[in-house]
T-cell receptor, first 111, second 114 residues
Framework: GQQLNQSPQSMFIQEGEDVSMNCTSS?????WLWYKQDPGEGPVLLIA?????ELTSNGRLTAQFGITRKDSFLNISASIPSDVGIYFC???????????FGKGTRLHILP | DTGVSQDPRHKITKRGQNVTFRCDPI?????LYWYRQTLGQGPEFLTY????????KSRLLSDRFSAERPKGSFSTLEIQRTEQGDSAMYLC????????????FGSGTRLTVV
């Protein structure tokens, strides 16, 4: 079945640094999504991407839908303490009606 | 719009007992999804409904699991004869525009089987 490989698994950064994480799939996706999950809560949608090459921003967050349709990245600029959490990429393939998730990137911010 | 509501938030049960979880989606959303999330993993798809019709079930959904959405509004997920491996966060999500895949998730039900 389809799989998403998300990297890195975890990141330790200083407040104010920029962050980059990415996701690759074994097959072509029609939709890429990035979610953030705080402890004990459900994931919250950050950015949705629908076209190959699409670059979309949401405040300090920027995400891109890869040209090959098999990858996506998420950048966070000037990180702040509330950016701490788990970031998940998710995608939908051609023949699917549901989205599948990567294993997440855990972001830690050092004071 | 009160978001997606899940009840209970936490459930501790003994192995072999049956448990039932409830999800109330956003009222105008016709699609409802159930996912399961274990520690350190991303959410894994279990099943989804369009209105009251259950359209897809994952192989993860063994015979002990059953989900219903009788009137196309709230949904229930029942696990019979619970096993320790069923311990997980059970997440419900809803959406109104299937093509956009913009799911709104609830806060989940944390199940612990002892």
């Amino acid at each position: 079945g389809q799989q998403l490989n998300q990297s890195p698994q975890s990141m330790f950064i200083q407040e104010g640094e920029d962050v980059s994480m990415n996701c690759t799939s074994s097959s072509i996706f029609n939709t890429w999504l990035w979610y953030k999950q705080d402890p004990g809560e459900g994931p919250v949608l950050l950015i949705a991407l629908y076209k190959a090459g699409e670059l979309t921003s949401n405040g300090r967050l920027t995400a891109q839908f890869g040209i090959t349709r098999k990858d996506s990245f998420l950048n966070i600029s000037a990180s702040i303490p509330s950016d701490v959490g788990i970031y998940f990429c998710a995608g939908r393939g051609n023949r699917d009606d549901k989205i599948i998730f990567g294993k997440g990137t855990r972001l830690h911010i050092l004071p | 719009d009160t978001g997606v509501s899940q009840d209970p938030r936490h459930k501790i049960t003994k192995r072999g007992q049956n448990v039932t979880f409830r999800c109330d989606p956003i009222s105008e959303h016709n699609r409802l999804y159930w996912y399961r999330q274990t520690l350190g993993q991303g959410p894994e798809f279990l099943t989804y409904f369009q209105n009251e019709a259950q359209l897809e079930k994952s192989r993860l959904l063994s015979d002990r699991f059953s989900a219903e959405r009788p009137k196309g509004s709230f949904s229930t997920l029942e696990i019979q004869r619970t096993e320790q491996g069923d311990s997980a966060m059970y997440l419900c999500a809803s959406s109104s525009q299937p093509g956009l895949n913009r799911y709104t998730f609830g806060s989940g039900t944390r199940l612990t089987v002892v």
